[in-house]
């Protein structure tokens, strides 16, 4: 399901390693929020490279500075 995963504006859910995950973007062209119960365990962004990358803000959620797809970025981080 990750391979193919696309973050849309607004908010959804994704499954990383059998674990559901919020991601909501509060505003189109702003990073995603990684929501776990009620926490931002980080962001999902485009770095400066147009990679995807993750920004962690709370143990369990590991910076991933370059990924290829979203998916992948996720999976790695978390």
């Known amino acids: ?6 973050p849309q504006p607004g908010s959804q859910l994704v499954v990383v390693n059998n674990t559901p995950f ?3 973007q509060p505003e ?7 929501v776990r ?3 931002v365990l980080g962001y999902l962004y ?6 995807w990358a993750v920004w962690p803000l709370y143990e369990g959620c ?3 500075p370059s ?4 998916g992948e970025a996720l999976r790695q981080a978390l």
Not at 1 to 6: A, G, K, S, V, Y
Not at 46 to 51: E, F
Not at 67 to 70: G, K, N, S
């Open 46 to 51: 485009r770095n400066d490279a147009g990679a």
């Open 62 to 64: 590991t910076y991933i």
């Open 28 to 34: 189109v062209g702003e990073p995603w929020n990684i």
């Open 67 to 70: 990924a290829p797809t979203p």
């Open 37 to 39: 119960d009620d926490t």
């Open 22 to 24: 919020t991601l909501v």
């Open 1 to 6: 399901m990750l391979e193919n995963f696309q």
